[in-house]
Nanobody, 124 residues
C-alpha cells in the first residue's frame, strides 16, 4: 500500500524558512512525479511545485518562484520542499502528492497518491 507522510511544518515568522519532507513507502518512487499542493482555510487546493523523475524537470507556481525549491532523494524515497522568505499568505496545509505520470502536473486531479498534510503558519 502506497503511503506518503509529510513532516516539517510549523509556525515561523515572516521572512523565515521551513523545509518540508515527504517520505514515501509501499513502493519505489523513482519513476513517480512528486508534487506539493497547499490549501488555506476557505480556499481551494492549489499547486505549489512538482518534480519529475529527472530532477532537472521541475515546475513552480508563480507565487513561490524564487522562494521555494523542490527536490528529491530517490535513495530515501523522499521529496523535499525548501521554503524561504516565507510570507503570511503562504499559511496553509501543505500536501505531498505522487503519480507515475500526471497528465497535467499542476492539477491535483492528476495525482493518485496523497499524504495527510502538514500545517505551515507564517506570522506577520
Amino acid at each position: 500500500q502506497v503511503q506518503l507522510v509529510e513532516s516539517g511544518g510549523g509556525l515561523v515568522q515572516a521572512g523565515g524558512s521551513l523545509r518540508l519532507s515527504c517520505a514515501g513507502s509501499g513502493h519505489t518512487f523513482t519513476n513517480y512525479a512528486m508534487a506539493w499542493f497547499r490549501q488555506a482555510p476557505g480556499k481551494e487546493r492549489e499547486f505549489v511545485a512538482a518534480i519529475f523523475w529527472s530532477a532537472d524537470n521541475t515546475y513552480y507556481a508563480d507565487s513561490v518562484k524564487g522562494r521555494f525549491t523542490i527536490s528529491r532523494d530517490d535513495g530515501k524515497n523522499t521529496a523535499y520542499l525548501q521554503m524561504n522568505s516565507l510570507k503570511p499568505e503562504d499559511t496553509a496545509v501543505y500536501y505531498c502528492a505522487a503519480d507515475r505520470g500526471p497528465a497535467i502536473p499542476t492539477r491535483s486531479h492528476s495525482y493518485a497518491y496523497w499524504g495527510q498534510g502538514t500545517q505551515v503558519t507564517v506570522s506577520s
